[in-house]
Nanobody, 114 residues
């Protein structure tokens, strides 16, 4: 079993930035895919960004030029740097880990509003 602990959500004005972090509870070496999904109120959960064990990244078209995903293999942590935030980025953001099975974090709220 692996637990994922997220941090970094909050309230930010449009155009602002936030950085989300997600730490795995144990070493996951370099064999896992990690990433972020989000779910806005009344909508389905959607992919935001993922990074494979080899460092390949995938982004949703809506965030491609604004968000950066990175990971620290030593700290077993994945980060999501969110820039130029828009109101439509408001959602609960979930950390994701694929290590044989899928694992999910508890979610962290991101609200973009003036």
């Amino acid at each position: 079993q692996v637990q994922l602990v997220e941090s970094g959500g909050g309230l930010v004005q449009p155009g602002g930035s936030l950085r989300l972090s997600c730490a795995a509870s144990r070493s996951i070496a370099r064999v896992a895919t990690m990433g972020w999904y989000r779910q806005a109120l009344g909508k389905q959960r959607e992919l935001v960004a993922t990074v494979t064990s080899g460092g390949s990244t995938t982004f949703a078209d809506s965030v491609k030029d604004r968000f950066i995903i990175s990971r620290d293999y030593v700290k077993n942590t994945v980060y999501l740097q969110m820039n130029s935030l828009k109101p439509e980025d408001t959602a609960v953001y979930y950390c994701y880990l694929l290590l044989g099975s899928e694992y999910w974090g508890q979610g962290t709220q991101v609200t973009v509003s003036s």
